[in-house]
């Protein structure tokens, strides 16, 4: 396949998780919009490696340090959403004002 199709299919998961993380007010589905963006530059990498060089491992190597990096943050934001969600009762990111002063 060409290039130009992973670069548009990129572009379209990164343009879905901007928006997903401008418009929700629900901490999950912020994370899952980034889980998205991640996801394309996933693509990006593999895309970009297998176009400029097609026996090398680089882009696949650094896509499974994205995605670990990915797995790290989803967790560490599952076990932060889930504090939240026990002391407040609610997963809306207006009703957090911890961090304010």
Known sequence: MQLEYFL?????????????????????????SIELMLNAV??????????????????????????TIAAAEAAVGL?????IYRNRDTVDMEQFNLLKW
């Open 8 to 32: 548009i299919l990129a572009a379209a998961l990164f343009c879905i998780g901007v928006y997903g993380l401008v418009i929700s007010r629900n901490v999950i589905r912020v994370l899952m």
């Open 42 to 67: 996933n693509i990006n990498l593999m895309a970009f490696s297998n176009y400029l060089d097609p026996d090398g491992i680089k882009g696949q190597v650094f896509a499974v340090f994205v995605i």
């Open 79 to 83: 076990a932060i959403v889930l504090s």
